[in-house]
């Protein structure tokens, strides 16, 4: 598949200034610039600064600008602990810039790329959380459209943290006098694929019109790769994937690798139906059903921990049925204890 063109100047010397912001070095790098580690130091903190400073022509730069702008509007109006803060916009010396929270941690695409695999607990606990930030966006009316593994940060354990709203689409977006109203923005000239089309909806794919359902089928297509450790869809080349996408079924996660739990297995493919009246209607839905499942999981691994105390799991029946047994005659005396208490003091009053 052609690989991400980088459209953008190179990097900026450490001790260079963004604004009133010092540059200290290269994080990573975007569509359209560079994103650096800097020094405010009205409020002497370490922030992250993303530059736009595109090399293109003057249509691709103005809806790169756009999307630049768009993204400090989409993002600038949530405020949620698992989609990053905003903290200021601007355009000086010819630089345009957005500031924001510094991250420490990796994205989950360099995460799943080094080998490693979550465990399906793991899974659910950064889907729900994803979802549930999702939700606080469309609420909001502000809908990510590029939901996959490089723009999502995990900062630490399974705290997941949303980043790059950058085709985001929000009620007070930029006008788009030049641009279709849903015209895929993964395109840029000469129908080139810029970044992966991997975790594109069915509809995205297919250059239909999108809302909210798309972040959720993305957001299933993440959760199916980090539970299989492949993504739903695979081709050489980008037009045959979007074909893929757009009409093939999607391959069971449970044939995939039967050790995936089936409930797991059922609300991913729900995300990932290819009409979206067939996918969960709401992220808050989608957050439900991982909670549910989480909280279950849990709560059936503290009853086998109950009843299988690790002297008894390992010993004779007998010993685990006394364990058991004696438990719940803990549980009995405890009880009686509180009633006789309870009737002694309304006795006694
Ligand atoms: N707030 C941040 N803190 C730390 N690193 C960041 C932050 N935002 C972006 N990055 C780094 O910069 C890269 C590109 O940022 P991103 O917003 O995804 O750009 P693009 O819109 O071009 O995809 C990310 O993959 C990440 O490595
Ligand atoms: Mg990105």
Same mark, same amino acid.
């Given at each position: ?203 995205? $794919?297919? *250059? ?10 993305? =957001?299933? &297509? /993440? +959760?199916?790769?980090?539970? #299989? ?83 008894? $799991?390992? *010993? ?10 004696? =438990?719940? &005659? /803990? +549980?009995?005396?405890?009880? #009686? ?13």
């Amino acid at each position: 598949m052609t690989p991400v063109q980088t459209v953008f100047s190179p990097s900026l010397p450490a001790n260079s200034r963004i604004g009133r912001f010092c540059v200290t070095r290269e994080l990573g790098r975007g569509t359209a610039g560079c994103v650096y580690l800097a020094h405010d130091p009205v409020i002497a903190r370490d922030i992250a600064v993303k530059t736009f400073t595109p090399r293109l022509g003057v249509a691709e730069k103005n809806r790169f600008e756009r999307q630049f702008i768009n993204e400090a509007r989409a993002a600038g109006r949530l405020s949620h602990p698992h989609i990053v803060t905003i903290y200021d916009a601007s355009s000086e010396g010819g630089t345009t810039y957005l500031a924001m929270e510094y991250l420490q941690g990796r994205e989950l695409n360099r995460i799943l790329e080094s080998g490693h695999r979550y465990t399906p607990d793991q899974v659910a606990s950064i889907a729900w959380k994803i979802a549930d930030a999702l939700h606080h966006a469309h609420s909001r009316e502000v809908i990510h459209r590029d939901i996959k593994p490089s723009n999502i940060f995990i900062v630490k354990d399974d705290h997941p943290k949303l980043i790059d709203f950058g085709i985001a689409r929000s009620p007070n977006r930029l006008a788009e006098r030049d641009a279709p109203p849903d015209e895929p923005y993964t395109m840029i000239g000469n129908n080139r694929l810029l970044g992966t089309p991997n975790y594109m909806s069915p509809e995205q $794919a297919a *250059g239909k019109p999108v809302d909210s359902r798309t972040d959720i089928y993305s =957001l299933g &297509a /993440v +959760a199916y790769e980090m539970l #299989t450790g492949r993504t739903p869809f695979q081709a050489e080349r980008a037009d045959k994937l979007l074909q893929q996408i757009a009409y093939k079924a999607v391959p069971r996660l449970t044939e995939i690798d039967a050790r995936i739990p089936a409930a797991l297995s059922h609300i991913v493919m729900k995300a990932m139906a290819k009409r979206p009246e067939k996918r969960y209607q709401t992220a808050e839905e989608m957050a439900l059903d991982l909670k549910r499942y989480l909280l279950k999981e849990r709560r059936a691994r503290r009853r086998v921990r109950l009843e299988l105390p690790s002297a008894a $799991a390992s *010993g004779p029946e007998w010993i685990a049925q006394f364990g058991t047994l004696r =438990l719940r &005659a /803990v +549980a009995i005396g405890a009880a #009686t204890a509180v009633a006789v208490a309870s009737s002694a003091y309304l006795f006694l009053r």
